[in-house]
């Protein structure tokens, strides 16, 4: 039986996501587009458990990884997910939405 990413280690989940790596590098060379999602997927939700909950707090806004110009502002934390709207611009999304952290980067 497979371990669920809360129950991982550090170590098993850098283990997981070397593993989801190769197989979403795989999925893309063979043009399997479905597949490379679900694997990216899965990578980041791992990702996610790796980071402390902690350090993200409600009324905080963060820049969405992968999607520049788009932010996001946290409502409230339910385990390794964010809950909350993106922001464009001025305007604010009025769908809530979760996201797992490891999607949030934090401003330097």
């Known amino acids: ?10 170590h098993e989940l850098h283990q997981e996501i070397a593993t989801l790596k190769e197989k979403a ?4 060379q063979l043009g399997i587009v479905n597949e490379f999602a679900v694997l990216e997927r899965k990578i ?3 990702k996610a458990y790796m980071l402390n909950p902690d350090d993200y707090k409600p009324g905080d806004i963060y820049e969405l990884e992968g999607d520049p110009g788009v ?6 934390m339910n385990g390794v997910f964010a ?7 001025e305007e604010i999304s009025k769908e809530e939405e979760g996201l797992p952290i490891s999607m949030l980067m934090k401003n330097e």
Do not use: P
Request: no cysteine; net charge positive.
């Open 1 to 10: 039986m497979e371990k669920r990413y809360s129950q991982m280690t550090a």
């Open 25 to 28: 590098r795989k999925a893309e």
């Open 44 to 46: 980041t939700m791992a």
């Open 71 to 76: 932010f996001f502002k946290i409502d409230y």
């Open 83 to 89: 809950w909350g709207n993106r922001v464009y611009g």
